[in-house]
């Protein structure tokens, strides 16, 4: 998104991390932090507080932190830079449900906020599970924490008024982490949870996939090119693939992944968000809610997918053992915390589609899975075959048809597939790539997603992340999937060989309609 797309810059502000000692705490979180400092990016006052049930001193946290830049950083540490980060970390140790935890935090911070001469704005990021965010909202609350509901909205709306002038007024926002909710009618009761505390202007859900750089370009793709617009529907695409392809095996996620398998753990929020980016109708300016407007109205047009349905349109498998680069795994029901009779799948692939008028009867395929061949995100986009004539007159080998490839990871960037002709005498044809990489074209490695993400929710930018109606809509969809595989409950689910690039059932799925899945 262009930086015109920022209402105002990030304000000053305290982030309180609730898993402050968790992975993602430390994997991801304050490196992105720290390379924000580094990039001068971060506002000039901040204070970062992490909680965890984890006893630690702020020294203990600051060194977990610099391991983790050390280890995860994008860019390398320096020693000023650090310096000035790690004291404004600090950490406190606490239980989410002992009440004496939130007013223990709250003493903690209001007296960093004096001690750092911060206005008292705050963002609480909220890595825990699913189960713990009722109580956490409901804690920070009654803590005193979190502005009026009414005066966080009324605050929010000030500031972009007097974007120009006025940066004192005082927000507070909360972040979600992914899974909201396991189905439909959970999702809806931690909506309901968060709603009671926040406003849905300070609710900021978070999914890291929209703060990648390709992801963030589909948009400017689409409308700050007119080569593209004219020909993006059902007159000149014939499909549509997404790809989420993940190389290493459930590990260390074994019991959150037993409870939640590849269509809660991917479809539902990260593909289903690259789906509604492809498909969406141009959005009348870049305001966030405008953008989110149009993304909401790809969800609507779901055809859905229930009962009988459900064996003919997905495709679910679990692996078994092999051996994926570097490592050999076992099969899925045989790694620890895995139950021997397991039905969750780690391989999902999907035929949808966006019934409106842009669309009509263009298939969606979608897949995704674990211990697969390699690691690779991307969204290819076939568009359909010329007329057999002139170079394309041999029904037995006709020409490969142009293929647009966004590569979300492991490398940023796209390629275009053409046919040139070979040089030489004969008028031969062969298909030929042209390729755009984000780090060889702007001479820097792109930012890391959640560089981006914390980025904006300190400036109030809701563009990026999922809204209340969309999140539901999104389960609305995903549930009579799920109830249908009850319904049509197998013992065992098929298997593929860990390593390979996923179950002979899904290369069915789609070459049962003359296609094939596009090679990563």
Not at 365 to 388: C, D, H, M, N
């Amino acid at each position: 998104m262009p930086e015109s797309s920022h209402p105002l810059p990030p304000q000053a502000c305290s982030l309180i991390i609730f898993g402050g000692s968790g992975d993602l705490a430390r994997r991801k979180l304050l490196p992105a932090l720290y390379n924000l400092l580094l990039d001068g990016m971060l506002p000039a006052d901040y204070a970062v507080l992490g909680m965890g049930r984890k006893k630690m001193s702020d020294a203990e946290f600051r060194r977990t932190a610099r391991e983790g830049v050390v280890k995860y950083s994008r860019q390398k540490l320096k020693e000023d830079v650090w310096t000035d980060f790690e004291r404004r970390l600090f950490y406190v140790a606490g239980s989410l449900d002992d009440p004496k935890a939130y007013t223990d935090l709250r003493t903690r911070l209001v007296k960093t906020e004096a001690d750092l001469h911060l206005p008292g704005s705050r963002i609480f990021y909220l890595a825990i599970p699913p189960t713990s965010i009722a109580m956490t909202v409901e804690g920070l609350q009654k803590a005193g924490m979190v502005l009026d509901r009414r005066e966080g909205a009324a605050a929010r709306k000030s500031l972009q008024a007097h974007a120009a002038t006025d940066h004192h007024g005082l927000f507070s926002r909360v972040i979600v982490e992914k899974p909201i909710g396991r189905d439909l009618e959970s999702a809806k009761e931690i909506n309901a949870a968060v709603a009671k505390v926040f406003d849905e202007a300070q609710i900021f859900r978070i999914d890291h996939y929209l703060g990648k750089e390709t992801v963030q370009n589909i948009l400017v793709l689409r409308f700050a090119n007119s080569i593209f617009d004219p020909i993006w529907n059902h007159q000149y695409i014939d499909h549509v693939q997404i790809t989420v392809s993940e190389a290493e095996g459930v590990g260390s996620r074994a019991t959150y992944y037993e409870e939640a398998g590849a269509l809660r753990d991917m479809v539902q929020n990260h593909i289903l968000q690259l789906l509604c980016l492809v498909a969406m109708e141009p959005p009348y300016s870049l305001d966030p809610e405008v953008v989110r407007n149009a993304r909401m109205d790809v969800l609507r047009c779901l055809r859905p997918i229930a009962g009988n349905e459900v064996q003919k349109y997905t495709v679910r498998a679990q692996y078994s053992s092999g051996c994926v680069p570097g490592a050999e795994v076992p099969g899925y029901r045989r790694e620890p915390g895995i139950k021997p009779d397991s039905t969750t799948e780690t391989y999902v692939a999907l035929k949808l589609f966006v019934e409106n008028w842009r669309w009509s009867g263009v298939p969606f395929y979608l897949r995704t899975g674990k211990a697969l061949a390699k690691r690779a995100s991307e969204i290819a986009v076939y568009f359909k075959e010329i007329p057999q004539i002139l170079f394309n007159t041999n029904p037995v080998a006709p020409l490969a048809p142009n293929v647009l490839t966004l590569n979300i990871q492991p490398e940023e960037g796209l390629s275009l597939r053409i046919i040139s002709k070979v040089p030489g005498a004969k008028a031969k044809t062969h298909p030929v790539e042209m390729h755009f990489r984000h780090g060889e074209a702007f001479g820097a490695p792109s930012p890391e997603a959640y560089e981006r993400l914390l980025l904006d929710v300190m400036a109030g930018d809701a563009s990026l992340f999922m809204r209340r109606d969309a999140v539901e809509a999104s389960w609305a969809w995903i549930t009579p999937i799920l109830e249908g595989w009850k319904t049509h409950g197998t013992k065992w689910l098929p298997e593929y060989e860990a390593g390979s690039m996923g179950p002979v059932e899904a290369e069915r799925l789609i070459q049962s309609d003359g296609r094939n899945w596009h090679p990563l």
